[in-house]
Nanobody, 118 residues
Framework: VQLQASGGGMVQAGGSLRLSCTIS????????VAWFRQAPGKEREFVAR????????YYSDSVKGRFTMSRDKGETTSYLQMSSLKPEDTAVYYC????????????WGQGTQVTVSS
């Protein structure tokens, strides 16, 4: 299983970015694909997830209403549309898979840097 995250960059506060996560080897309909992020000096934190089969999404409180996660099942690509970005959104963003929605994330991509300036 391989995941490739892309789309990061530098943006001013209030701006938007769209991250992509291209996946090979999975996901299956029973899987969950998620985004996490890690800011300098902080622990990795959950951002959003999507149930691959149904498309049902769930967001952390810190991004709810500003970020939208989606997927293209045919292209096995997940997207994270980020709007109204804040400097505190600055982090490396990672995509990952929870196989069969089992509560574990054994597969990770390499991360993409998002920097939001004030």
């Amino acid at each position: 299983v391989q995941l490739q995250a892309s789309g990061g960059g530098m943006v001013q506060a209030g701006g938007s970015l769209r991250l992509s996560c291209t996946i090979s080897g999975r996901p299956y309909s029973s899987d969950v694909v998620a985004w996490f992020r890690q800011a300098p000096g902080k622990e990795r934190e959950f951002v959003a997830r999507i149930r691959w089969g149904s498309g049902v999404t769930y967001y952390s409180d810190s991004v709810k209403g500003r970020f939208t996660m989606s997927r293209d099942k045919g292209e096995t690509t997940s997207y994270l549309q980020m709007s109204s970005l804040k400097p505190e959104d600055t982090a490396v963003y990672y995509c990952t898979i929870d196989p069969n929605n089992g509560g574990r994330y054994p597969y990770w991509g390499q991360g993409t840097q998002v920097t939001v300036s004030s």
